[in-house]
């Protein structure tokens, strides 16, 4: 068909329908007629009425929001819809400003009904249909805002005395002599009641592993034992008691008790493997043969009433007890005692044989070998009871007077005799070792091992019969000496206190007690505070003191202060403390001060003084001269600014990491009134960029004070002040302040602050917690502030994901810092943590990482905000701008705000 057909068909089709068209309707050229009062679409090919847009033609018309024509996309973000609708929440696509788009407006299915939060703890919204108390926009606690989005208060706790092991006598002890770890298991009480509480010592400090474990071990008390001395009772090992020791082939502990045989693990705890450890009423020697991967037990056993008792050898194949009969069986023994020789390949035993009554006499050696069995070698020459055979480095040691079977020599010659001496066994037989001292305490029924070229003991009964819980620890060559004391340091006032990321340590040094000047050193590490006994070099006693982590040069560094006695001018000198101990760096280094204060600058990698004078305070010539110096090359060198804050002392000063400000607020001013020196107190607040003094003026602000601390609490990205007096013999303060740089906030703690004074403050990233050392006149020395919540903490040493926020272990935020976990850079405190040259947000590891608990993230190697800088809303509940406020509270919003203002988040 031609052309000119096709088109004459055409016309002839429309002319014949034509007359069955309304006469007003249209026809579309989509070919679609739509009737009268509608129009073409001919982007749709529909028809749409007078109040209808063409959607598409890029008008917006009628109900249209919107109309970009070809620009309208239902798969770009932002873009008008195919719809001609406005993009926003609920159309299933995530626009500017969204987080997500689910498609619908309803909460509660992991995408909110504004489709501003993933309904996530941690992405800084609140979503209480989610349950969430609060939501800081991090995934750590002890800010405010735990990582399980529940409300945390700051509270101020008094620190207790480190756990350890309660007096006692008889326990028993064993080693791991792969790890290190020495075990704990039991003994008596006081009162005599038998004890089931297991305890591991590392070699600075107890941890408690059960209680409630298996019955207790040793059944008799020092004062039984006299008792039946008077009723004719002369054989201890006729008392059921028991065995520990450490199964290396196993990695377990093993205990043997009257008819039990139990282990121990740190996955399965306590387990009850064979009823049939040994017979009632018999005397245990236990140990671990590692030729034969087996333990060995030699038991006393008695086939029934009044019979006569007979001894026996068994090995220990993990479930059951088997009878070794290699070689000559030894006798009935008294108060065995056995070890394994590692150089020989052999286990050694000792035992009182009977003599014809059965009264225990001779105290004989017995040796264990591979193949041939017991042998008996030779009549000891070690005279008296209650010896203890351990295993040594290079053999076995016999250790005298740490059992009961001593009891008979204590009521006869005297307590304590014999621990001036052990004995060795070589292949040639036993050698006496005397010890370079004689143990200070007189000790029996003591629990003993030997580790690592020393002895350790624990408890024992003193000259009176009573328990004890000392740890005595022995070096060969140097001598005893007590373990330190888990307690607290004596109340003090102007001590000096630093906190050591890389050790994870907290060191404390000097101050006054009282009228008395101290020079002693003290480490907090795990929770537990011990004295430097170790120290062969220390700073004479001094308070008032300049001392202060130096993280470029990786020491604690204290410069000058006073001994108070007599008036004299301060000390000119710095001194450095690495874990090496004190060394004086220079005697004469520039810096003659006292009542000064120190902060490390990490930013410019130095620290920075102010304050202080040449006199001491109880000087009449006492009157703060000093301003500004740096350490610089070893040397403290004044600094020249263009502003200054006056001459003061006993100020508070502090820095600032995010901002890059050392911060000073308070102190005491030399005033003259009548001639004479009036001190007032001061209560302005100052930041030092590393250039210039810039005097703040907050709105709101701590009274003036003197004696306060400042400290930067990392934890909640602010700095904290407490306490001080309002003037000298004053009553001093107990109310607790952070500043943020714009202005200071009082705290409303859960609990009473402690009323203190000179007394000194830093964040330990271990406890997550500022640790506060003063001196006050009731209750403990030592104090924490932190804010604590609900939620179950990250266990830093632990697989599992304790608190519930996606993170474990070390992964977890809440364990940067911590013991446990590798040194990482904290990106907030001013600190090359890791010891790569970099600091916080310059460091590549802190890159997306949040700098501080402002919001605000690393990012190119600066603290960003990626909120912007100003507030965005000023009712979604969220701090836009990281400035520390968020909607009608911040000054972003004034004048968009109506009714009250809402808390600040985290006050």
Known sequence: MTRRWTIALALGLLLALSGCIEPQSQLCASGVICP?????????????????GICGDELVEADEECDDGPGNSDTTADACRTSCRAAGCGDGWIDSGEVCDDGNREDGDGCASDCRSDERCGNGRLDAVKGEGCDDGNLRSFDGCSSACTAEVPIWEPMALAARPARRSLALMAADRDTGRVFLYGGRSANGQALDDLWEYDGTAWRALA???PPAAMARTAADYVASKVDGWTDPSDDAGGAL???????????VLAGETWTWDDGDGWRLRAL?????????????????????????????????????????????????????????????????????????????????????????????????????????????????????????????????????????????????????????GWSRLQLATQLPLAETGAAVVELRGQGLLFGGLSSQFQPLDTTWTYTWGEGWRAAPDDGLPPGRRAAGLAYVPPWHRTVLFGGTAGADTLGDTWELADGAWRVRHDLAYVPAPRDHAAMAWDGAAGRVVLAGGGHVPGYHAAIDETWSYTEGGWTLTDAASGYRASGQQVVYDGARGRLVAYGGSADLEESPAFVPTFRTRELIAGRWAPVATAHDPRPRAFHALGYDPLRERVVLFGGEAPTWAGGQRDPRPLGDTWEYDGTDWTLIRAHRSPSARVGATLTWNEARGRLVLHGGQPGRGEPPLSDTWEYDGRSWYPVATATRGPEVTDHRMVYDAGLRALVMVGELTTGPSSWTFAVRGAAVPERCDAASDDDGDGWAACDDPDCNGDVACPVRERCANGVDDDGDGAVDCADPNCGGLPCGDTGQTCVAGACTCLGG??????????????????????????GACDGPARPVAGQ
């Not at 982007?43 to 009425?49: A, I, K």
């Not at 020791?245 to 205990?255: N, T």
């Not at 236990?286 to 068994?314: N, S």
Request: aromatic letters at 10%.
């Open 245 to 255: 020791v450490f199964e290396r082939g196993a990695d377990r502990l093993l205990l």
């Open 211 to 213: 209680t409630g474990g």
């Open 36 to 52: 009268y009062g509608k129009r073409c679409n001919d982007f749709t090919g529909s028809c749409v009425g007078p109040d209808e």
């Open 869 to 894: 800088e100003v507030e965005l809303a000023c009712d979604d509940g969220v701090d836009d701008d990281c400035d520390g406020a968020f909607d009608c509270d911040d000054p972003d919003c004034a």
């Open 276 to 428: 049939d450890g040994a017979a009632d009423g018999a005397s245990f020697a236990l140990a671990y043969d590692t030729g034969r991967q087996r333990a060995v037990l030699y038991d006393v056993a008695r086939d029934g009433f009044g019979a006569v008792p007979t001894g026996r050898t068994r090995l220990f194949d993990g479930l059951r007890w088997e009878p070794l009969s290699e070689g000559d069986v030894p006798g009935p023994l008294a108060s065995p005692t056995m070890a394994h020789h590692e150089q020989l390949g052999i286990v050694v035993m000792l035992g009182y044989e009977r003599d014809a009554s059965g009264v225990p006499d001779d105290l004989k050696t017995w040796l264990l070998y591979p193949a041939a069995g017991w042998i008996p070698f030779e009549a000891s020459p070690i005279a008296g009871g209650g010896w203890t055979l351990v295993e040594a480095g290079d053999g076995v040691h016999l250790w005298p007077g740490t059992t009961v079977g001593n009891l008979g020599t204590v009521l006869e010659g005297g307590l304590g005799t014999g621990f001036d001496h052990v004995w060795t066994f070589e292949s040639a």
